[in-house]
């Protein structure tokens, strides 16, 4: 890990909820919180006591381990990164660029979460983040009457979903394109909201469902 990122992420208190970053993030890489501590060289019980008590605040060492255990840095733990835009870091060495296959782009698509819709609107092309779920091979989301992801109904869209690890400079990305429409059925629109992943983080009264199609699914690696 760099250090000196790291050195500049331990400044003052953390900056936001470490328990549940710790705990997101060892779940994401599907460790126990077993494995976890072993890893950090720690006990259980106190990693449980960082991940249950909003005021835990531990000292440099048992964050750098943690990091280090989670192939992370003290700033996203600490949510000192937040506001940041992804992949501030300098490239890795030795890069290697692959396309990855059809079904390795449905893996990673089906994992969900918030994906990058490109619509036509009248002022010109508009790239908005949309919560989504993948159902029946295609990309479902729901959305509002007149808001900017509506307008993506009877036209083709381009829908992305990437995720960058800046700790080691690495990062996938995977582009779908495919023709958007209004899912009018009661009967469907009922199913997809028991299949969907979950709720639209905007809130409010989003009732209208969007089905993209896809004719074309691409996608890339890149890894050290």
């Known amino acids: 890990m760099p250090?000196?990122?790291?050195?500049?992420?331990?400044?003052?208190?953390?900056?936001?909820?470490?328990?549940?970053?710790l705990a997101a993030r060892r779940v994401q890489l599907g460790l126990t919180r077993e494995e976890t501590a072993a890893r950090a060289g720690m006990a259980t019980g106190y990693l449980r006591h960082l991940e249950e008590h909003a005021g835990a605040a531990p000292s440099q060492g048992p964050l750098l381990r943690l990091a280090g255990a989670l192939r992370t840095t003290i700033s996203a733990l600490t949510g000192g990164d937040a506001d940041l835009p992804p992949g501030p870091g300098e490239a890795g060495r030795d890069p290697e660029f692959t396309e990855l296959t059809r079904t390795e782009c449905a893996d990673l698509l089906s994992t969900h979460g918030v994906g990058r819709l490109a619509v036509g609107t009248a002022l010109g092309p508009v790239i908005v983040p949309v919560n989504y779920s993948v159902v029946d091979e295609t990309v479902v989301f729901r959305t509002a009457h007149g808001a900017t992801p509506s307008l993506a109904s009877g036209s083709a869209v381009a829908f992305e979903v990437d995720r960058i690890d800046d700790t080691f400079s690495e990062g996938w990305s995977v582009l779908l394109r495919g023709h958007a429409r209004?899912?009018?059925?009661?009967?469907?629109?009922?199913?997809?909201?028991?299949?969907?992943?979950?709720?639209?983080?905007?809130?409010?009264?989003?009732?209208?469902?969007?089905?993209?199609?896809?004719?074309?699914?691409?996608?890339?690696?890149?890894s050290v």
């Open 3 to 21: 250090e000196q990122t790291q050195g500049n992420a331990t400044k003052g208190a953390p900056s936001g909820d470490l328990g549940r970053r």
């Open 182 to 222: 209004t899912v009018t059925d009661i009967g469907e629109e009922r199913r997809l909201a028991e299949q969907a992943h979950s709720t639209p983080w905007a809130g409010g009264r989003r009732d209208v469902w969007v089905r993209i199609e896809p004719y074309a699914v691409t996608g890339r690696r890149i």
